[in-house]
């Protein structure tokens, strides 16, 4: 089993940056492929990046593609999202993931709201 719980959420203006945390506890953090997701009101869960647990596999979204960095430390059992020059369209729900693979994400964050004011 793996808890996962976001923070760094908030409200910003557009062009601003946010950082996200997920931090995990229980099974071995390190072992797990992890991503960040988000859902938009009305909206489908739609991803926005994804870490391999050595790093050397990440996936973007096109549309955070050159604006959102995705990270992690083993070591501190934490994952992170850098989020820069901030839209309005990404104001959502943020929920962070972990799962053997990006399709099969097992464990999830609550969720923190991320909302970019024009």
């Known amino acids: 089993q793996v808890q996962l719980v976001e923070s760094g959420g908030g409200l910003v203006q557009a062009g601003g940056s946010l950082r996200l945390s997920c931090a995990a506890s229980?099974?071995?953090?390190?072992?797990?492929?992890m991503g960040w997701f988000r859902q938009a009101p009305g909206k489908a869960s739609e991803i926005v990046a994804a870490?391999?647990?050595?790093?050397?596999?990440?996936y973007y979204a096109d549309s955070v593609k050159g604006r959102f960095t995705i990270s992690r430390d083993n070591a501190k059992n934490t994952m992170y999202l850098q989020m820069n020059s901030l839209k309005p369209e990404d104001t959502a729900v943020y929920y962070c993931?972990?799962?053997?693979?990006?399709?099969?994400?097992?464990?999830w964050g609550q969720g923190t709201q991320v909302t970019v004011s024009s």
């Open positions: 870490i391999s647990w050595g790093a050397d596999n990440i």
């Open positions: 993931a972990a799962g053997a693979t990006i399709a099969t994400m097992r464990y």
């Open positions: 229980g099974r071995t953090f390190s072992s797990y492929f």
